[in-house]
């Protein structure tokens, strides 16, 4: 059972757009969102976070937004730049389980 | 401040074999987590500890298992290895491991022969 799912697995912009890669989750215990970001042979490297109290989250480039009621998150790159091509995996912690769960990643390419 | 550090960060074993992974947490932090990534499947959650204390764990076979020292360093450990272990295996930690952002390693690329 797959509670956090990334059901684009790739995505192509071109630079200087914006980059909109999204997930979506299925348990409403989660209370905690995470963004990665993984490059080939490398551990992921995290970007940003939001607790379910918000529903925005703005760091730079990248801002996270939460829609609760439709249990989806959605992480916006702006401008996207040809360093961001990645494999980006959102995951989620519900309170006192001391577990992340991970979705599948997408694949971006940022074309220049 | 330092990272995450894991080592090996490169495996070679044969099938039936056993081998030990090493993690060192960020100084600081008390909550360390395992996962498994296999090609085309996300990160598979195997083990969290926190203070020597496993506090959850992921849907593997008992070959999985793990530990953790005083010091918040850990090691898991894989026996009777088989084909399908062949992974990265990345080691994440967090402060407390509630609601806390957690930071990886480079991960130890384990390739089973």
């Known amino acids: 059972d797959q509670q956090v799912k990334q059901n684009s697995p790739s995505l192509s912009v071109q630079e200087g757009r914006i980059s909109i890669l999204n997930c979506d989750y299925t348990n409403s215990m989660f209370d905690y969102f995470l963004w990665y970001k993984k490059y080939p042979a490398e551990g992921p490297t995290f970007l940003i976070s939001i607790s379910s109290i918000k529903d925005k989250n703005e760091d730079g480039r990248f801002t996270v937004f939460l829609n609760k009621s439709a249990k989806h998150l959605s992480l916006h790159i702006v401008p996207s730049q040809p360093g961001d091509s990645a494999v980006y995996f959102c995951?989620?912690?519900?309170?006192?389980?001391?577990?992340?769960?991970f979705g599948t990643g997408t694949r971006l390419k940022v074309l220049a | 401040k330092a990272g995450v550090t894991q080592t090996p960060r490169y495996l070679i074993k044969t099938r039936g074999q056993q081998v030990t992974l090493s993690c060192s947490p960020i100084s600081g932090h008390r909550s360390v987590s395992w996962y498994q990534q296999t090609p085309g499947q996300g990160l598979q959650f195997l083990f969290e500890?926190?203070?020597?204390?496993?506090?959850n764990k992921g849907n593997f076979p008992g070959r999985f298992s793990g530990r953790q020292f005083s010091n918040s360093r850990s090691e898991m450990n894989v026996s009777t290895l088989e084909l399908g272990d062949s992974a990265l295996y990345l080691c994440?930690?967090?402060?407390?491991?509630?609601?806390?952002?957690?930071?990886f390693g480079p991960g130890t690329r384990l390739t089973v022969l």
């Open positions: 995951a989620a912690s519900a309170g006192g389980t001391y577990k992340y769960i």
């Open positions: 500890y926190f203070s020597e204390t496993q506090r």
């Open positions: 994440a930690s967090s402060r407390d491991g509630i609601t806390d952002t957690q930071y």
